[in-house]
C-alpha cells in the first residue's frame, strides 16, 4: 500500500490523463493488459532504450513493447525506411513492390515458412492458422495448453476468456508430454491442429521442453493434425525462431510483433502445399482479407529490421546477451537466498516470486502483491517492466544499463527481504 500511495504522490499528471481518458474510454483503456492499479502510467515519448512518463520521469523501457519494441524507440535506419515510404504514398490499394521482399526475408528465416501471407497481429495471424488447418484436415477440434496466449480472442489463462473465438478447444497441460500425448490420442480423428508456444510468453516467459515440443512433433504427424508454432514472442530467440534452435519443423509458423519493424504485424505461413489453400486463383480459395494486411509502412519498416538491424549475427548476439543478463539476476537471487527468480529465453524474461522450478503456469504462482511491489519498485527505481514482470530486452540497450537494472534488483532484494 506505501509503495502504491508513493506512486500516486509521483505521477499526478498520469493520473489526470487517466481521469481524461476514462471519460470515453472504458476504464481510460483501450489494451487491457496495460492497466493496473490505481492508473497506469501514461507514456508521453521514448528514444532508443529509454521512455519518459507525462510527469517528465525518465525509464530505462525493459518492456520493449511487450516484444514488438526490440529495436528501440525512433531506430535511425527503421525510422528511415519508413520516412522514405510516405513520400510514396502510404494508402495505395494495390499490391506494392515492398511486400514481395518482406515476404522472402521471411520465408528465408524460417524455412519452415515456404510461403507466407500478412496480417495486422499475432491475434489475426493465428486464427487464420487455425482456419487454415480446419479446412486443411476437415477437422474440428484444436487443441491449446493452460496458460497460453494467441490473441486476445484466443487466450488460455486461468479458465479461458469470455471473448475466445468459439472453437472446439481442448486445453491440456503445458510441458506434460504424458497428459498431452492422452488428450491427442483420445481425439485424434477429431483434431485439426496443436497450437503452441515454444515458451508460454503471456503465460510467464516459461520456456517448453525441447522433448516436450518433439513429442508434438511426432504425435500431430501421427494423428493427421497440424502442428502450429505460435513463435510471435520466441522469433526473436534467433534468425530463425525457435524452431531453428530446436532443429523442429512445424506445419504452420505465426509471426507478429518486432518482425514489422515495430508497426502492426502479423504473419502466418508454411509448406506451400497448405497455403495454397488461399491462392485466389483457385476456385475453392479460402479468402483472406484485411485492408491494412500490405501497408507499406509496415513492409518498408520490416525489410529494414531484418536486413539493416536485426541481422542473424545480431541476432545471435543479443540472444546470448539476454541469457547472460537472466544467468546474472538468477546468480543473484540464489546467492541471496530468496524466492524469487527469472524464468525465459534469450532477452526474454519474467520475473517470478517462488525458488522451485517453473515448468507450467501453476508452478509460478506467487502472492500476487509481490508482483506488484517489484514493479512499482522498479517503476520508481526508473526501470520500466510489465506489471506482470515481463522484461523484453531491446537492442540498443548498453551493459551499463543492463548492469544498473541487476544492481536495482539487489536493492529491491535488500529492502524487500521480510517479503521474499
Ligand atoms: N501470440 C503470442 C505468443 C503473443 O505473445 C501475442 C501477443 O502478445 C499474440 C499472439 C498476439 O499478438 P497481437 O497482440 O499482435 O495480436
Redesign the pocket.
Given at each position: 500500500a506505501r509503495a502504491r500511495a508513493a506512486y500516486v504522490a509521483r505521477n499526478p499528471r498520469s493520473a489526470e490523463i487517466h481521469a481524461e481518458a476514462a471519460a470515453v474510454m472504458p476504464g481510460g483503456n483501450t489494451r487491457s493488459?496495460l492497466f493496473y492499479d490505481p492508473f497506469p502510467l501514461a507514456i508521453a515519448r521514448g528514444e532508443g532504450a529509454f521512455i519518459w512518463d507525462a510527469d517528465g520521469h525518465r525509464y530505462l523501457d525493459l518492456l520493449g513493447e511487450?516484444?514488438?519494441g526490440l529495436y528501440g524507440h525512433s531506430n535511425p535506419a527503421v525510422r528511415a525506411a519508413i520516412d522514405s515510404a510516405l513520400d510514396g504514398g502510404i494508402n495505395l490499394g494495390g499490391h506494392n513492390l515492398l511486400e514481395p521482399k518482406l515476404a522472402r526475408l521471411v520465408c528465408d528465416r524460417f524455412p519452415a515458412m515456404d510461403s507466407v501471407r500478412f496480417t495486422?497481429?499475432?491475434?489475426?495471424?493465428?486464427l487464420m492458422a487455425i482456419a487454415l488447418a480446419k479446412a486443411a484436415t476437415g477437422r474440428g477440434t484444436i487443441l491449446v495448453f493452460h496458460g497460453?496466449?494467441?490473441?486476445?480472442v484466443?487466450s488460455f489463462g486461468g479458465g479461458g476468456s469470455p471473448v475466445n473465438v468459439p472453437h472446439h478447444f481442448i486445453v491440456a497441460p503445458y510441458n506434460d508430454t504424458e497428459g498431452t500425448l492422452a488428450l491427442i490420442a483420445r481425439h485424434g480423428p477429431d483434431l485439426a491442429a496443436v497450437v503452441v508456444?515454444p515458451m508460454?510468453?503471456?503465460g510467464g516467459c516459461i520456456p517448453a521442453r525441447p522433448d516436450f515440443l518433439h513429442a508434438l512433433r511426432d504425435a500431430t504427424a501421427d494423428a493427421g493434425a497440424l502442428l502450429i508454432f505460435?513463435?510471435?514472442?520466441?522469433s526473436r530467440t534467433s534468425a530463425g525462431g525457435r524452431q531453428a534452435l530446436l532443429g523442429l519443423t512445424p506445419d504452420l509458423t505465426?509471426l507478429?510483433?518486432y518482425i514489422g519493424g515495430g508497426m502492426?504485424?502479423?504473419a502466418f505461413g508454411g509448406r506451400a502445399a497448405l497455403m495454397a489453400m488461399f491462392d485466389p486463383r483457385r476456385p475453392d480459395a479460402l479468402p483472406h482479407a484485411g485492408t491494412f494486411n500490405n501497408n507499406v509502412l509496415t513492409m518498408a519498416a520490416g525489410i529494414a529490421g531484418l536486413t539493416e538491424v536485426f541481422t542473424p549475427e545480431i541476432a545471435e548476439r543479443h540472444r546470448e546477451r539476454g541469457e547472460a543478463v537472466r544467468g546474472q539476476l538468477n546468480a543473484l537471487c540464489r546467492q541471496q537466498g530468496v524466492a524469487m527468480q527469472f524464468t525465459g529465453l534469450g532477452s526474454l524474461m519474467n520475473a517470478h516470486f517462488t525458488a522451485a522450478p517453473i515448468e507450467d503456469p501453476a508452478g509460478a504462482a506467487c502472492d500476487n502483491r509481490l508482483r506488484d511491489l517489484f514493479f512499482f519498485d522498479m517503476a520508481e527505481a526508473g526501470f520500466y517492466l510489465a506489471r506482470r514482470g515481463l522484461a523484453a530486452l531491446m537492442l540498443p540497450l548498453t551493459d551499463a544499463e543492463l548492469d544498473g537494472f541487476r544492481n536495482a534488483v539487489a536493492r529491491f532484494i535488500e529492502a524487500r527481504r521480510p517479503f521474499l
Open positions: 493488459v511487450f516484444t514488438a495486422n497481429s499475432g491475434t489475426e495471424a493465428n497460453a496466449y494467441h490473441g486476445g484466443l508456444e508460454l510468453g503471456a505460435d513463435e510471435v514472442m520466441t505465426t507478429g510483433k502492426s504485424f502479423g
